[in-house]
């Protein structure tokens, strides 16, 4: 890969688009605190550990100071929690502190990247790299450029994601862009129709697993995705949230990673 990699965010995307770039020499990883950048670490060698190849939990280094990371990456990707002032605040600095020469790209998977982008206070050299999750695992990147970006930043955002392996594909600047703006309203649907009918989420799953073909039923997607970030993406693309989605979030039953939504986890 021609880029050197910085990627702002220590949760489970910047963690495994880290795991992913460890292929391709070192790749920079911010975390906000100490205890932070300590869970990341170990997150990036889990993933490592598990992926097959050239990867190398040794070439990824994690940094707590975001002016190191600005300054020492030529593409910058943001990705930390799905809320605009907080990635605001962060695609400011990075956009003070990077050179001119430097991309910078935001994992946001619902707002607006012209907003983000004028955040960054470098649109011209911005786009919005939605990858998915598991990173490792699935080949799409959506991409979404604002008016200003020239062909420079499009040809480097598309070679980024063909060093990585993924598949990129040039999307509208949306509100879910094409799969979340297509896919949630579908998942909702499954929790509402659960709901009036007392079926068991297991039987809707099955159905659609066995009679459709998807790898994974609805419900148990909506409790890997997140339950919290299903509701914020659902509200962000106008889609009608079912309230038994929005109890659950006041429950703190978010899915999958409190141990308990649709399902139980253990």
């Not at 975390?31 to 300590?38: E, F, N």
């Not at 550990?49 to 975001?66: F, M, P, Y």
């Not at 509100?175 to 007392?198: K, M």
Request: net charge negative.
């Amino acid at each position: 890969m021609q880029e050197r990699l910085g990627i702002a965010g220590s949760g489970t995307i910047a963690c495994g688009l880290a795991a992913v770039a460890s292929r391709h020499g070192e790749t920079l990883l911010w975390a906000r605190s100490q205890d932070s950048a300590q869970r990341a670490r170990g997150s990036v060698d889990r993933i490592c550990g598990r992926l097959s190849g050239e990867v190398n939990a040794s070439h990824v280094r994690v940094v707590t100071d975001l002016e190191e990371l600005a300054a020492e990456a030529t593409f910058l990707v943001e990705a930390v929690v799905e809320e605009a002032s907080a990635k605001a605040a962060v695609l400011a600095q990075l956009g003070r502190g990077s050179g001119a020469g430097t991309v910078i790209s935001t994992t946001t998977s619902s707002l607006s990247v012209a907003e983000l982008a004028q955040a960054s206070g470098a649109p011209e050299r911005f786009v919005g790299l939605h990858v998915f999750n598991p990173v490792p695992r699935m080949k799409l990147v959506e991409l979404a450029f604002p008016a200003e970006a020239g062909d420079d930043v499009r040809a480097r955002s598309f070679a980024v994601c063909e060093a990585l392996e993924k598949t990129a594909v040039e999307v509208p600047d949306l509100p879910g862009f094409v799969v979340n703006r297509l896919l949630f309203p579908f998942l909702f649907s499954a929790v509402e129709l659960a709901e009036e009918t007392g079926i068991d989420p297991v039987q809707v799953d099955t159905c659609m697993t066995l009679g459709a073909g998807h790898p994974m039923g609805p419900l148990a997607l909506l409790d890997f995705v997140g339950l919290d970030v299903a509701e914020a993406i659902g509200d962000a693309i106008g889609a009608s949230v079912p309230e038994r989605v929005r109890a659950l979030v006041r429950e703190g039953a978010l899915g999958k990673k409190a141990g308990r939504g649709f399902y139980v986890y253990e």
